[in-house]
């Protein structure tokens, strides 16, 4: 079979599909990547939180899938948005890379604890934002947008002194040398689907295209939790522009799942850790439970908080 696969045109984006064609190829398939620049790409002195959160980095490929333009669309599974729009599916999840939050410096003795006050640290996500307020307040926080490459140029003109940014797509720039930190994922708690790559298709697919992708690109564990995580983000209506949380892990037969929300200023979070059988179904009720026990432990009015800031 041949596939045209869709992609964001950064540097990451373009390595992501290359993992994909690649894993594809050695099941027989031939591919082409396609480039598409997403609203998210261009808008990039607008934080995302003002530009919304919904298909910020999706929606041009989404449109594609919809045409019949590309076949598939590859995603950093934590860049989806929590509801899928309709006609269009995830078919798979790749196995994750490590899922921590790291600092990176052109210091390599740079530590974040330690710095002085006002020292500034880059991101450009809201979560990462309200962490670094709660458990770093001392650190002044800039904005940090643009792919990989220029959020480092960003570094080496001392807009920051350090930046924080997935250990998944540091180590696939091979960039890993510049990594000071690694945070916790106890305190730093991923969002849903850090260090997975997603593929996107159209639901009208052929039965035996969808197969071949997933038989080529699909890890059932790591699906499985993501489902856990994706479900409580689509419960609590949450995108790129709203700093909840939520990880799965395996445990034996079953998986655990650590989700919460965290205030824009860092004051206040909601967290809770739970657990269910390890399939789909059950990891899907997982996400919701832990979902209804935030809102109704303060999430709503959190979540409503952060949205009449943001409309401001």
Known sequence: MHFRIGTRGSKLALW???????????????????????????????????????????????????????????HS????QSEMPDGLEIIAFT?????????VSLNPEFKI?????????????????AMLARHFPHVEMVEMRGNLQTRFLKLENGDAEAMLLAYAGVKRMGLEQYIVEELSLLTFVPPAGQGCIAVE????????????????CNHLETEICIKAERAYLRRMQGGCSIPIFAHSTPNGRFINLHAGIIALDGQETLLQI???LANAHEAEKLGLKVAEYILNKGG?????????????
Not at 95 to 103: F, G, H, I, T
Not at 113 to 129: E, I, L, N, P
């Open 16 to 74: 992501q599909a290359e993992y994909i064609a690649e894993t594809l190829k050695s099941d027989g398939h031939s591919y082409e990547i396609v480039p598409f620049e997403t609203k998210g790409d261009i808008l990039l002195n607008i934080s995302i939180s003002k530009i919304g959160s919904k298909g910020v980095f999706t929606q041009e490929l989404e449109e594609a899938l919809r045409s019949g333009t590309i076949h598939l669309a590859v």
């Open 77 to 80: 599974a934590k860049d989806l």
């Open 95 to 103: 196995q994750r890379e490590k899922e921590n939050d790291v600092v």
């Open 113 to 129: 604890g330690k710095s002085a006050a006002g020292t500034k640290v880059g991101s450009s996500s809201t979560r990462r934002r």
């Open 201 to 216: 298709i159209a639901s009208s697919m052929p039965q035996d295209e969808k197969q071949a992708i997933r038989l080529a």
């Open 274 to 276: 739970d657990r269910a």
């Open 300 to 312: 709503e009015r959190i979540l409503s908080d952060i949205r009449a800031t943001q409309i401001k």
